[in-house]
């Protein structure tokens, strides 16, 4: 709660907690996160302390965020459709403004072997939003966030799926982009767990996120808004990812290195410019 309250007491309109998953999950081990100059790797492996933790917590972190006059939205991240629809469910029953199902992450490994990422199987990205959708209702404001697709056909046809589904009121793009590697002077991997590989963000990310934001919008209906995320610390990446498409935006890596002051100075540069 500590941190929702820090967070509110900045110039983001939101504040995202999670991702949770039912049951806790702890860091993987070794070294996890890296930062270069230009992007950045990590391999969380979505560490939290699960479901019953935030069915305690997530109401007072939901108080200080509508105290403050901030959404709070929730980042749920399942490995059944039904445990989406469980922490879909948990999360509006404890006040949430909106759950974005986490359908992108990359640094999930069980015996050495990388987990499914869940938005390049549509008929998985069916199952997930059916069920939920059956276990809320249409009307819930929920958001589904992808990773990055190298084939324009299939990113086309995941969207076109999840366009079907009146869920979904926003899809955010893009997650980390997955296996990046990045070595040390003497050859070894940054990154601890399975060999180096892991998500890559940063200032790298924005031009594939651009992309992919200017596709999806082309691919949805427009009663579905576009969250852009990857490599944003500057009003232009703001403003670009805008003309791309974006109705609003997130930022992770940079507000790891910068803080909270992030948002306000972004907002200082774009009320004396003018935008």
Sequence with gaps: AHEVEALCKSAAAA????????LSREMNPGDTYWAGWYYALNSLG????GMPYYEEHLPEMVGLAHKNEKFLFVSAAGFTPEEYAMLAGSAFRSGADLVELNLGCASVW??????????????????????????????????????????PFELERIMRVI?????????????????????????????????????????ALKPIGLGQVKQIREF???????????????LPDVQDYHRAGADAIQIGTAFLREGSHIFSRLLM???????
């Design 15 to 22: 504040v995202m907690v999670g991702s949770i998953t039912v």
């Design 46 to 49: 979505l560490p939290n302390p």
């Design 110 to 151: 069980d015996g050495g072997k990388q987990k499914r990422i869940a938005c390049f199987d549509s008929g998985y990205v069916i199952r997930i939003l059916r069920t939920v959708e059956e276990a809320l209702s249409a009307d819930a404001p929920v958001a589904v966030k992808v990773s990055p697709f190298s084939d």
């Design 163 to 203: 366009g079907e589904f009146e869920i979904v009121k926003a899809v955010t793009a893009v997650n980390t982009f997955p296996n990046a590697l990045a070595l040390t002077p003497e050859g070894k991997p940054q990154i601890t767990p399975v060999g180096g590989l892991a998500g890559m963000s940063g200032p």
């Design 220 to 234: 949805l209906p427009e009663r579905i808004q576009i969250i852009g995320v990857g490599g944003i610390s500057q």
């Design 269 to 275: 540069n774009a009320v004396d410019s003018g935008w």
